[in-house]
């Protein structure tokens, strides 16, 4: 069981924002940066945003991170096809001495 | 180019071991420190730990103490992740991963192309 809780789905038509939360607790968002992933179907996962609102080089700049407290989320403001994907965000938690992921959350361009 | 390259799926029966290998390249193997991650079929991700390729130290998830060893090979600049004592829901998808600062707070950046691991009788 994951201790950071996502929504298992969200969705939205092409060009719409779509917001994805990440709800954890003071041992994993409240005191560690948080990260997301992108995994396209059949795919490895791929880093999208990391330290909370930071975007690697070459992902757009239509995806972007936020942290308040012991939650976090991820926007995706113009949505496209290619967007159609499990998101997952992810934490160090101190308590376990030991990474986390987020329960994912499937997002579906209708 | 930074890549990340696993070896072949893998049919074992229950009790038995793995050992997986993520071959690196394009970067200096040392310094950086190299996780894994494992994905059942349809299921989410699963930290397991990782591995200093410069000091040879590990860090297992509590989960997998006793039952997972990373180790490595810094000559040939690979990184291995051996599951002992299979079950079938060890079944799943194993990647390693590249973490992008080797820091108290890990973010991974470079990912293997996964290698999937059936434990089945």
């Known amino acids: 069981q994951s201790v950071l809780t996502q929504p298992p789905s969200a969705s939205g038509t092409p060009g719409q924002r779509v917001t994805i939360s990440c709800s954890g607790s003071s041992s994993n968002i409240g005191s560690n940066t948080v990260n997301w992933y992108q995994q396209l179907p059949g795919t490895a996962p791929k880093l999208l945003i990391y330290?909370?609102?930071q975007r690697p080089s070459g992902v757009p700049n239509r995806f972007s991170g936020s942290k308040s407290g012991t939650s976090a989320s991820l926007a995706i403001s113009g949505l496209q096809s290619e967007d159609e994907a499990d998101y997952y965000c992810?934490?160090?938690?101190?308590?376990?001495?030991?990474?986390?992921f987020g329960t994912g959350t499937k997002v579906t361009v209708l | 180019q930074v890549q990340l390259v696993q070896s072949g799926a893998e049919v074992k029966k229950p009790g038995a071991s793995v050992k997986v290998s993520c071959k690196a390249s394009?970067?200096?193997?040392?310094?950086?420190?190299m996780h894994w991650v494992r994905q059942a079929p349809g299921q989410g991700l699963e930290w397991m730990g990782r591995?200093?390729?410069?000091?040879?130290?590990?860090k297992y998830a509590q989960k997998f103490q006793g039952r997972v060893t990373m180790t490595r090979d810094t000559s040939i600049g690979t990184a291995y992740m051996e599951v002992s004592r299979l079950r079938p829901d060890d079944t799943a998808v194993y990647y390693c991963a590249r973490d992008k600062d080797s820091s108290s707070s890990p973010d991974f950046d470079f990912w293997g192309q996964g290698t999937l691991v059936t434990a089945s009788s």
């Open positions: 394009g970067y200096t193997f040392t310094d950086y420190h």
């Open positions: 330290s909370n609102n």
């Open positions: 992810a934490a160090w938690d101190d308590s376990l001495s030991g990474y986390v």
């Open positions: 591995i200093n390729p410069n000091s040879g130290g590990t």
